[in-house]
């Protein structure tokens, strides 16, 4: 019996379950109540903690985050499941939780659909059964991922967008294609004018914060209509600038795959070698000549190896 204690039911959604019925957060929701109340712990003060449209394969999620600090606070007295995998993909992290945390603070771990209850193995995570399903947990999220990341490569070789969102200047239309943003545009057009002028980046960073011209994020923040604070909005950094100098993709080439995952389970990522990036020359309307980004290079490489003689390698 849990009488008289703090069940904290945890229920986790990532963006590859979202067209699953059976993990959807009101499935979940309702496996955990009709547990809750079959086994009548009517007592029980029940929390939720929800964390929706996050991978399994860390914990850096804001809901089991605060989950945790409930846990360490000494405020719950059991941590309710759907299944393993809603808790966390990984399985040592995962073990060690269960293992190790949870009967530190005292605190009960149920996994209804593995039939799993920790106040029924002294502090271990059940023997073979239970690790071998860990193990099904961690390879069915390291193949996901290796499929996601396949399909991605598939789209780049087509020119398709991968991301949410198109490069400062362009928007994607409804066939997800890359059309110019005339506003973003001009403010892309003019970084590169001002620094064709022999304008310097802190030169250009001025110009811009005097004219009150939105960096990129803050842009982007005023077309989904989101809050911003208007003293820091037209703050740009010079680095901004000069990623945006440097992007060839202003020229109408469509560049991808200049990253790829490390680890299909941290989904930590790391850069690629300029032979692997995927390149389509004139993919999409050009906001910068050809000839004014080649200009602009070859200042550019100027002043880094000015910089460099001066600094010493």
Avoid at 89 to 107: C, D, K, S
Avoid at 147 to 153: L, N, V
Avoid at 252 to 260: L, P
Wanted: net charge neutral; hydrophobic share 35%; proline share 3%.
């Amino acid at each position: 019996m849990l009488d008289n204690c703090v069940i904290a039911k945890y229920i986790r959604l990532s963006l590859e379950d979202g067209k699953s019925d059976s993990v959807s957060i009101e499935s979940q929701r309702l496996l955990l109540d009709n547990h809750i109340a079959e086994s009548e712990y009517e007592d029980a003060t029940v929390l939720e903690f929800v964390d929706n449209g996050f991978s399994g394969t860390n914990y850096e999620r804001p809901g089991v985050q605060e989950l945790l600090e409930h846990v360490r606070g000494g405020k719950v007295s059991c941590v309710l499941v759907k299944d393993f995998s809603r808790f966390g993909r990984n399985a040592i992290e995962t073990g060690y939780f269960i293992e190790r945390v949870f009967p530190f603070f005292g605190v009960r771990f149920i996994s209804v659909d593995d039939g799993f209850d920790s106040a029924e193995h002294m502090g271990d995570t059940g023997g073979l059964e239970v690790s071998f399903k860990f193990l099904m947990h961690e390879y069915y999220s390291r193949d996901l991922s290796k499929k996601i990341t396949t399909a991605k490569r598939m789209k780049m070789q087509h020119g398709m967008a991968v991301s949410k969102n198109g490069t400062f200047g362009y928007k994607l239309d409804n066939g997800r294609k890359m059309v110019v943003d005339p506003p973003a545009a001009a403010v892309v057009r003019l970084i590169f004018s001002l620094y064709s002028e022999g304008k310097s980046l802190a030169d250009i960073e001025k110009h811009l914060y005097a004219e009150k011209i939105p960096t990129p994020a803050a842009y982007k923040k005023q077309k989904r209509q989101t809050a911003q604070d208007e003293r820091f909005g037209c703050v740009w950094q010079k680095s901004v600038i000069l990623s945006i100098l440097r992007d060839e993709r202003y020229t109408g080439v469509y560049i991808a795959g200049k990253t790829k995952v490390r680890d299909h389970v941290t989904h930590t990522r790391m850069k690629t070698s300029e032979e692997d990036w995927v390149r389509i020359p004139e993919h999409h309307p050009a906001i910068i000549p050809q000839v004014l980004f080649d200009t602009v290079q070859e200042n550019l490489h100027k002043k880094l190896e000015e910089l460099r003689l001066f600094y010493g390698d």
